[in-house]
């Protein structure tokens, strides 16, 4: 996903627990990168939460989110992808309100 909406890694963390929740109930929606995303943009609408936080040719940098190791090893030996040190907080709480107040809005959304 596009680093540009991703404020910590706190924020990826409880998007990443949110999207398997949503998956463990709910099966409207079959890819879990779409309701990550989703989560990460504080939206409802996937074509919003992709155009907002997914990767696009003007993307810099990113962060792949991953569930096996061998997945992340295929990325990398083919060069798609190059580690980098850390460019995201651990925490913003700063930006904590703000941050789950939009996947709580998401997930009020999610339910209908």
Do not use: W
């Not at 709580?104 to 959304?109: K, P, S, V, W």
């Amino acid at each position: 996903m596009n680093d540009h909406y991703v404020y910590s890694e706190v924020q990826v963390i409880e998007a990443i627990r949110r999207t398997v929740r949503y998956k463990q109930y709910n099966h409207r929606i079959k890819i879990s990168g779409n309701i990550l995303l989703m989560y990460i943009a504080g939206t409802a609408q996937i074509d919003a939460a992709i155009n907002k936080c997914g990767i696009s040719n003007d993307t810099v940098r990113g962060i792949l989110v991953y569930d096996s190791n061998e997945n992340i090893n295929e990325f990398l030996e083919k060069g798609y992808i190059k580690p980098v040190d850390r460019f995201i907080p651990f925490d913003k709480p700063e930006e904590d309100f703000d941050i789950f107040s939009r996947m709580a809005y998401t997930d009020l959304l999610l339910s209908y």
